[in-house]
């Protein structure tokens, strides 16, 4: 810990956002209706070749682009309580600006309800009509049959409530105290927000778990793996980092934060890019992909075999080369984690595989006829076309159009509130913080 001075500006020029950066929100609310008006129309009327599989396949990928950064912050407020950190006050204000977009993001999931209401639920997730699924494949049907108890549609929506309920409430617990400490003043509410981080960070476990499971692992009903909630955080995290290191960088660029936020700060939220965006991520999916690959047990291997065939075996490698091995390398020296352009420049690319990775986990569709081949050669012979339209501007419109509303709310809550908690208690720790 460095000994610097404790003095900082608090002026409103200094820790208020910019009244011309709100033109930022009104670019990103055009984007927003620009982007998810225009997915709608490709998707309604199948053009560049869209179907419903697709359209809804890659709307729920950018649902999960939009709602993964929020949870990620989240996760960075909640873990700072629990650790009672005093390094990370000044960069915390942008995470909390994320977590509260937990607060009305359940909007975004209303077209799967309609979806569910008109009964065409099962273009996304098979197990939402069993009578098709056992007329279409009824050896899947026979091990999804016995999860019925699970998947079934009326204890899916209780479920997701409850995610979505759980995550409004942490976050509006975590940022409301925090925006009411800097109109009192009062250390309690610190001490309040320690007390609770604990019960919150098992909610927030089993609630991204349980909605990874539902979410994503549903699709294939028929496969499951006990690491994937983790695989699914790991991503939350990458997501969360990545944007919270844009937001204070283009914050700094503004002109806001001189002398609250330094090269000391940034580097150790670029720290935290790579334990979990570049490491972790690899060790989990690894540890993940051995396993199953390793124990060769035809209902879990089928899940990874369909991401080697045809197209996407390449975009396989071109995700552990660019979610991992490059971005690695760049920002391994603690000297590019210090430089902010460097910096955003990786949280961009970061950002980039991170949709790249939803794409990998949501999109691909296991051959129902997997299991009839004997070899390995056999099925990759006969699947060595298989597309992965991951260039079919559907997929970019709806990311951008997502990515965008929390662009505005985040923005819509900067404007609201002080760009750092001006009276947190460790605030004057987290100024002269130093980097041991």
């Known amino acids: 810990m460095g ?10 020029g200094n820790i208020q956002l910019p009244a011309f950066a709100l033109g930022f929100r009104n670019a990103a609310i055009g984007l927003a209706v ?5 997915g709608a129309a490709i998707g309604y009327t ?28 989240l996760f960075f407020v909640f873990v700072q309580h629990l650790t009672r950190a005093g ?22 999931f209303v ?18 009509d069993m009578e098709s699924l056992k007329a279409n494949n009824e050896a899947e049907y026979h091990i999804v049959h016995a999860k019925e108890a699970f998947l079934n549609a009326k204890f899916f929506w209780i ?20 925006v009411r400490q800097d109109e009192t003043g009062d250390i309690a509410l610190s001490e309040r927000m320690q007390k609770w981080a604990g019960p919150a960070a098992i909610l927030f476990g ?42 204070t960088v283009r914050l700094r660029q503004l002109g806001t934060l001189r002398g609250i936020v330094s090269p000391e700060h940034m580097q150790d939220l670029g720290k935290l890019l790579f334990a979990f965006g570049m490491v972790f991520w690899a060790y989990i999916g690894f540890s993940q992909y051995m396993l199953i690959w390793y124990a060769n047990v035809p209902e879990e291997t089928g ?53 790249v990775d939803l794409y990998w986990l949501v999109m691909p569709e296991i051959p129902h006829d997997i299991g009839t081949f004997s070899t390995y050669a056999a099925i990759s012979e006969k699947y060595t076309n298989e597309a992965t339209h991951i260039g079919n501007p559907v997929n970019f419109l709806l990311a951008i159009g997502a990515l965008a509303t929390v662009i505005v709310g985040t923005l819509g809550t900067l404007s609201r509130i002080a760009l750092v908690p001006k009276k947190d208690p460790r605030l004057a720790e987290s100024i002269r913080f130093e980097n041991m």
């Not at 509260?100 to 359940?106: A, H, K, M, V």
């Not at 309609?114 to 009964?119: I, N, Q, T």
């Open 87 to 108: 390094w990370s006050v000044a960069v915390r204000r942008p995470a909390e600006a994320l977590a509260s977009n937990l607060r009305w993001i359940w909007i975004l």
């Open 46 to 73: 199948g053009m560049f070749g869209t179907d419903a599989h697709h359209f809804w396949r890659a709307y729920l990928i950018a649902f999960l682009f939009a709602l993964t950064p929020c949870l990620g912050g």
């Open 159 to 178: 479920r997701a409530c409850v995610y979505f309920g759980v995550w409004a409430l942490l976050a509006n617990f975590f940022v409301g105290n925090s």
């Open 111 to 128: 077209p799967f309800a309609v979806l569910w209401f008109m009964g065409k639920a099962n273009v996304l997730w098979v197990w939402a």
């Open 206 to 247: 089993l609630t991204t778990t349980f909605a990874a499971f539902d979410w994503i692992m549903s699709i294939s009903p028929a496969w499951f793996s006990t690491m994937f909630g983790v695989y699914f955080f790991c991503g939350c995290a990458t997501a969360g980092f990545a944007t919270m290191i844009l937001i």
């Open 34 to 38: 620009i982007g998810l008006g225009a």
């Open 303 to 355: 899940w990874f075999l369909a991401r080697q065939l045809g197209g996407w075996a390449p975009l396989s490698f071109a995700l552990l080369f660019g979610h991992f091995l490059i971005p690695f390398v760049a920002v391994m020296s603690k000297w590019q984690k210090r430089r902010a352009l460097v910096l955003a420049a990786a949280a961009v690319w970061m950002l980039v595989f991170h949709y």
């Open 3 to 12: 000994h610097g001075s404790t003095h900082a500006d608090l002026s409103a």
